[in-house]
């Protein structure tokens, strides 16, 4: 898997390269608004895209993670982000590509519906998240992931998207899996 990749053009070299050595897939991270926006074509090239939350947020917001006095900025609840990882989504699931969640952003409960309801296919999380965003992953039907993307999506910030897609989730009813023995 390629990291920061921001063209079209980079995605072919490097999955020429893996080709060459006889790699059976090669993805790419987009952790860049460029190749998230060209996601479609990025992924006419490669076999699947890894979303990098934590980079896509600080380079979506112009926001050095680093650097406390813009802390704020670091949100990858925001709808500007959120958008992002929708064209992400969406080109996966037009071009049958697997898109995966890397970062922080899969181990928030809440949110990992809201980026399963964007198109994400996979999420990577710290192994202390999985049984809640298990569990809560559980409770919502594919059908309702995607309302409550579009819950944050309408939103103009992030605080605004949480609470919306909160709202929106605490309105809904719980759907309880049947256990098979």
Not at 22 to 44: K, N, Q, Y
Not at 154 to 161: Q, R, T
Request: charged residues 20%.
């Amino acid at each position: 898997m390629a990291p920061m990749v921001a063209t079209v053009e980079e995605t072919k070299y490097f999955t020429g390269l893996a080709r060459e050595y006889e790699l059976r897939t090669a993805g790419v991270m987009v952790e860049i608004p460029a190749s998230a926006l060209l996601a479609d074509r990025v992924l006419a090239h490669a076999d699947f895209a890894s979303i990098g939350t934590n980079d896509l947020t600080q380079y979506t917001m112009a926001a050095d993670r680093m650097l406390g006095s813009v802390a704020g900025f670091q949100d990858p609840w925001h709808p500007a982000v959120l958008r992002l990882v929708r064209e992400v989504g969406d080109a996966g699931a037009r071009l049958g590509k697997p898109v995966g969640i890397c970062g922080e952003a899969a181990a928030d409960p809440l949110l990992a519906v809201v980026l399963v309801g964007l198109g994400a296919t996979s999420l990577s999380m710290a192994p202390s998240a999985l049984a809640d965003v298990r569990h809560t992953l559980s409770q919502h039907t594919l059908s309702e992931a995607r309302g409550l993307a579009e819950a944050a999506l309408a939103a103009d910030d992030a605080p605004s998207a949480r609470t919306a897609a909160a709202t929106l989730a605490a309105a809904l009813p719980l759907h309880k899996k049947e256990t098979t023995s």
